[in-house]
């Protein structure tokens, strides 16, 4: 049986109480498709990209911290294995939902910038952690 350090546990624990919210975006995506929440195809595309990265990035990073705990990944390393998809999973969304805000929007305003600092963190955190489970 694989057991969790106690920081893994924490942040499993944040982690699952954070994805309820992929259901309140759940929610207003059903919204917006139904054409109860007015938005234009930018806005709709945005939103929908923002709710499905949300929900992968989740049980991704969910993944990750488990396989972290396989590593002997120490200090910031281990840090950013356990948690480079899951900082991702609320940085990412929150460029593609910010970044189309406002009414009538059509091109994305500079909250865009989240979305390259979500994959940056998505990105290092993966690539640790496949170097520490290489060399675990």
Known sequence: ???LS???LTTAGIAVLAATTVTSGGYFMTK???AQVPATPFQTSFFRAGHAHAGVFIILGLLSLLLTEATGLTGGWQWLARTGALVAAIVMPAGFFFSAMG????RPNRFVV???VGAAF?????????????TA
Do not use: D, H, W, Y
Request: charged share 15%.
């Open 122 to 134: 998505l990105i290092a955190g993966l690539l640790t952690l496949g170097v520490g489970l290489v």
């Open 32 to 34: 917006v498709v139904t």
């Open 103 to 106: 009414r009538g929007r059509e």
């Open 114 to 116: 989240l979305l390259p």
């Open 6 to 8: 106690q920081p893994a």
């Open 1 to 3: 049986m694989l057991e």
